[in-house]
């Protein structure tokens, strides 16, 4: 791997992890407080929209139903903002206009969280819900256009696959960069169910913090090349 490559990919594994942290911090929100679903992980939200006969499955599958179709329209709309063309070689001018779309839908989750006290009611449930899935559609295509191999941000069971197959085949440093992702994504669910429990309204700003730190890191990358 040439010296330019191995920059490239450093800086865009720092930015999958910090992706990763913050979509376990959303998930951890909206799993606990926005009706016990997922925006990120659209796997776990399949399997709440085929519970008939659950407790409140009805409202349950209109939730899951909504961050599953909402999430579909982020990733059409990321790649649709991708484009096709693959920049310098060296960093996509793509990832970091995904990742500002990404930060401004954040805020605009934060700034109704915080508006409605961390307590939103019914209704105000599903445009949270809906803010927060089109946020980690458009994080999903980000992570696939840095173009790292085996590694996902919002839902890591194939990094999890990846990480296994990478200890199989003795390959140690894969296999830890791979754990690193699978653990960034708990860690970010634990810092945001804590805040839950401790200070709620601060919960919501979890996400966009995670997600501003990856763009000062991302400008830091642009400073570098200029």
């Given at each position: ?5 191995a ?17 376990g ?24 929209v ?12 209109l939730?899951?139903?909504?961050a599953?179709v ?17 920049g ?18 954040q ?12 307590v939103p ?14 946020a980690?559609?458009?994080?999903v295509a980000?992570?696939?256009r840095v ?10 069971t ?32 634990l ?17 966009p ?7 000062v ?10």
């Amino acid at each position: 791997m040439n010296p330019a490559t191995a920059s490239a990919r450093r800086w865009g594994y720092t930015v999958l992890v910090l992706l990763t942290l913050a979509a376990g911090a959303m998930d951890a929100i909206a799993f606990l407080r926005l009706g016990g679903v997922f925006t990120a992980n659209m796997t776990g939200n399949l399997i709440l929209v085929a519970l008939a006969g659950s407790e409140d499955w009805q409202i349950r599958t209109l939730r899951s139903g909504l961050a599953c179709v909402i999430f579909c329209v982020g990733v059409f709309a990321g790649f649709a903002m991708s484009g096709t063309g693959r920049g310098d070689g060296r960093w996509p001018p793509a990832v970091t206009r995904l990742i500002w779309a990404d930060f401004v839908l954040q805020l605009v989750f934060l700034v109704i969280w915080t508006r409605c006290g961390a307590v939103p009611g019914p209704a105000l449930k599903f445009v949270l819900i809906a803010l927060a899935s089109c946020a980690m559609g458009l994080q999903v295509a980000a992570a696939r256009r840095v173009g790292i191999a085996g590694i996902s941000t919002a839902f890591v069971t194939g990094t999890l696959t990846s990480m296994v197959g990478s200890l199989v085949l003795r390959e140690p440093a894969e296999a830890a960069c791979h754990a690193v992702i699978v653990s960034a994504l708990a860690v970010g669910a634990l810092c945001s169910s804590l805040l839950l429990h401790l200070a709620p309204a601060w919960a919501g700003a979890l996400p966009p913090v995670f997600l501003l730190l990856a763009l000062v890191t991302v400008t830091s990358r642009l400073r570098d090349l200029a």
